[in-house]
């Protein structure tokens, strides 16, 4: 379990990080809605599991078998906090229950996908892409995925010539500062509170310049 350095690539070990099962993990994502970020693993044809992750020392927790799936090779969490797999077994779109592990089956993506693969939602439009290797083909694309029927779309090919994209990333406008927790230099108040159609509230933004250090 590594952290990367996105102006030059270089990586700095947090920890080696094997879960309880000895499972291979297959797909790692972060849900903004709760700060949680979540690694899936399994075995395939038989088994997946769906875990916490510690960012600062890479232990793992086990929150339980993802139900009706036998090899979920790819997970992400959309901007409201649902979490969707992809099963390179039966080729379909899974929705997670995050708590439990609990999966049901959306819908086929439309062709057989084999080998690794890894999908992201674009964090600002909610748009569910991912990098998908058919298996059938033998072509490596990029596809959005309908979230309601997990019929995929091919965007094309991804460089020129046959790849296996392993993990992917979305960087999202605003980056951290999204994020209220990431502020403690900033405060507003009032914090929560509704307006009416056409009314104005005002509010009251404070900075302290010792938090921002």
């Known amino acids: 379990f590594v952290t990367v350095d996105t102006a030059s690539g270089a990586i700095t070990l947090i920890a080696n990080a094997p879960n309880s099962l000895g499972e291979g993990f297959t797909s790692l994502d972060y849900d903004s809605t ?3 970020l979540y690694a899936s693993s399994g075995v395939c044809n ?3 599991h769906l875990w916490t992750v510690n960012p600062a020392t890479g ?3 086990l929150v339980g078998e993802i139900t009706g799936a036998t090899c979920i090779v790819a997970i992400a969490v959309s901007p409201d906090g649902l979490m969707y797999g992809i099963d390179i077994v039966s080729d379909s779109l899974h929705a997670i229950d995050k708590t439990t592990g609990a999966a049901s089956v959306i819908g086929s993506i439309g062709f057989n996908a ?3 693969q890894d999908m992201t939602f674009d964090q600002a439009t909610g748009v569910l892409y991912f990098a998908g290797f058919d298996g059938g083909a033998f072509t490596d694309r990029i596809y959005t995925v309908d979230l309601a029927t ?3 779309t091919s965007l094309g090919d991804i460089g020129a010539g046959l790849a296996e994209v392993d993990a992917m990333a979305i960087m999202t406008a605003g980056g951290p500062c999204s994020q209220p927790a990431d502020l403690p230099w900033l405060s507003i108040s ?3 509170g509704t307006t009416a159609p056409g ?4 509010l009251t933004l404070s900075i302290d310049p010792g938090a921002a250090n």
């Open 199 to 202: 009314g104005s509230t005002p």
């Open 59 to 61: 232990a793992s927790t």
């Open 114 to 116: 084999n080998y690794a």
């Open 190 to 192: 009032p914090a929560s």
């Open 34 to 36: 709760t700060g949680n």
């Open 46 to 48: 038989s088994v997946s």
């Open 150 to 152: 997990g019929a995929t």
